[in-house]
């Protein structure tokens, strides 16, 4: 056995392949190993100290080290100062004793027993690059168990240490961190890297960094106040319970701040940034790209929304139930859900912000919207219920679905659609498309040119479409649109319009049957019919569809064959 024993200042002592005693002593030493069974003394200073092959005791001592194991089973002690210690192969036991220390396992190396000692300390954990790491940390009593579940399985033995570092590398990795009440770790880092990663902390009490890297990665935090990042990829990011920061980074990114006032940024790309019912006030920031602001309200209770402008951002409340509030910006289009109850929302002037687009979703329910204030367009979906949609003044897209719903255009060039129900279907200004759908509606012309659309995808059946009445029609100047799924025996003309040997007008109902005509107009009460059977008797399948108007004249050229 050879004992080196250095000076004063700063010394490099190296051993051989027999059992050495390296004693560095003072100054900052570089103390080398080689072979053996050696026991490494840096002493004072900041020294480095590796033991390669051997069971090997290196201590720090004073200073701030770095300690390297090497090979075989080690046991590496820090000692007072901010100490690096890397166990290497083997199973080894780590202290870090006083100090901030950093305790490191690399890909490759054993089941470690870690103690971090006086002092902020960390474990860092650096996965298989390209292979993808599946990890878990668990509470083991006051004491932490960190754990590989696949490729080389591994456990680390911990106490005494306030954060974990886990970096997956290249590769789809994932961690699950559980509750950790108990032990003294208080925040967990993970770091994807490269590939598909997934972060799981739904059952993580303390604050959680997830960082996604390149690809598409998955990072749901827990109950603490945690920060997750994306970065490049298609990805989705989960705040959970605390106060959260989630930003999306690059990429279509979906971001859920959950539970708590969150501050959301999705970053370049599409993306698409996620309330729901019970959550906090949150910060949202598009960023670049067109982005999605979608908010699902209190399934049965009845939610009142509101969109105001606040400046060149956008304020989004709720006004009853549990009132919250949106600061958004850098969105170009609101989804809003109301699922289940009465649910009401107002739009007002969006104007001076990045809203090109809202979209309501009524569900069911007797529901409102009033986008009378509205410049921007608007998409308005009543669901299930006798729900009232109202336009403004851009091009408004709104359909009542089931219920006996009332639509107002507006101002703009709207579509309405009541599909099932006796609706009520009201143009406004603008060149508008009335489709009654299903029932017996009540279509009524606006101040523009007012197209009324037949439409029920399969041939002509009188319950599908009802029994419509159409006022304030204006002849030479609305439309009567008539689609040739439903009006199969209609050939029209060249340039789509009705032709005259198809069009009769009659003055009793008694006349239709007999007409040869396949759309029969009668002037005295407006009754507007289908003979589909054209000059054989009866009206094969057709029957009256439309009551119109009589106080205007109606012609065969105010049709049109689509």
């Not at 103390?31 to 092959?53: C, P, R």
Request: no cysteine; proline share 1%; glycine share 20%.
């Amino acid at each position: 056995m050879s004992t080196l024993i250095g000076g004063p200042g700063n010394d490099t002592l190296l051993g051989d392949n027999n059992d050495d005693n390296l004693i560095g002593g003072a100054g900052n030493d570089l103390l080398l190993g080689v072979g053996g069974n050696d026991l490494i003394d840096g002493g004072a200073g900041n020294d480095t100290l590796a033991g390669a092959a051997g069971e090997d005791l290196l201590d720090g001592r004073a200073g701030n080290d770095l300690l390297s194991g090497g090979d075989d089973i080690d046991l590496l002690d820090g000692g007072e100062g901010n100490d690096t210690l890397i166990g290497d192969r083997g199973d080894d036991n780590i202290n870090g004793a006083n100090g901030d220390d950093r305790l490191i396992w690399n890909n490759g190396d054993g089941s470690d027993i870690m103690e971090g000692g006086a002092g902020f300390d960390v474990v860092e954990v650096n996965g298989a690059n390209g292979a993808g790491d599946n990890f878990a940390l668990n509470p083991f009593g006051p004491r932490v168990r960190f754990e590989r579940l696949n490729l080389g399985l591994f456990n680390l033995n911990v106490n005494d240490v306030e954060q974990f570092e886990i970096n997956g590398l290249g590769g789809d990795d994932t961690l699950t961190v559980n509750d950790l009440s108990g032990t003294d770790v208080q925040q967990v880092v993970f770091d994807g890297g490269d590939g598909n990663d997934f972060l799981d902390g739904t059952n993580a009490v303390l604050p959680l960094v997830g960082i996604g890297g390149n690809g598409n990665d998955t990072l749901i935090g827990g109950a603490g106040n945690d920060t997750l990042r994306g970065n490049a990829g298609d990805d989705s990011l989960r705040g959970g319970d605390g106060i959260d920061l989630l930003d999306g980074g690059e990429g279509n990114d979906t971001l859920i701040g959950d539970r708590g006032d969150d501050n959301i940024n999705g970053g370049d790309g599409d993306d698409r940034l996620i309330w729901n019912n019970g959550d906090g006030s949150d910060l949202m920031e598009g960023g670049a790209g067109f982005d999605v602001v979608e908010v699902n309200g209190a399934d049965g209770a009845g939610d009142n929304f509101a969109l105001n402008a606040n400046g060149h951002r956008v304020s989004f409340q709720r006004l009853n139930l549990g009132q919250f509030t949106l600061d958004v910006n850098d969105v170009e289009q609101f989804e809003i859900n109301g699922l289940g109850g009465d649910d009401t929302l107002t739009v007002n002037d969006l104007s001076g912000t990045d809203v090109q687009l809202v979209v309501f979703n009524g569900g069911d329910g007797n529901d409102f919207l009033d986008g009378s204030h509205a410049v921007l367009p608007l998409v308005g979906i009543g669901g299930n219920g006798n729900d009232t949609l109202i336009g403004g003044a851009g091009d408004d897209n709104l359909r009542g679905d089931a219920g006996n719903d009332s639509l107002v255009g507006g101002a703009g060039d709207d579509n309405l659609i009541g599909d099932a129900g006796n609706d009520t279907l009201i143009g406004g200004d603008g060149d508008d498309n009335l489709v009654g759908g299903d029932g017996n509606d009540v279509l009524i012309s606006g101040n523009g040119i007012t197209t009324f659309t037949f439409d029920t995808g399969v041939a002509f059946n009188s319950s599908d479409l009802g029994l419509d009445s159409i006022t304030n029609f204006i002849g030479g100047q609305d439309r009567i649109s008539l689609e040739q799924d439903t009006f199969t025996a209609l050939t029209g003309t060249s340039s789509g319009g009705l032709d005259s040997s198809e069009w009769a007008v009659v003055s009793s109902n008694s006349q239709v049957a007999s007409s040869g005509a396949l759309i029969v107009y009668n002037s005295n009460t407006g009754d507007l019919f289908y003979n589909q059977n054209g000059s054989a008797a009866g009206l094969g399948s057709g029957a009256q569809f439309a009551t119109i108007d009589t106080s205007t004249s109606v012609d065969f050229t105010d049709f049109e064959i689509v």
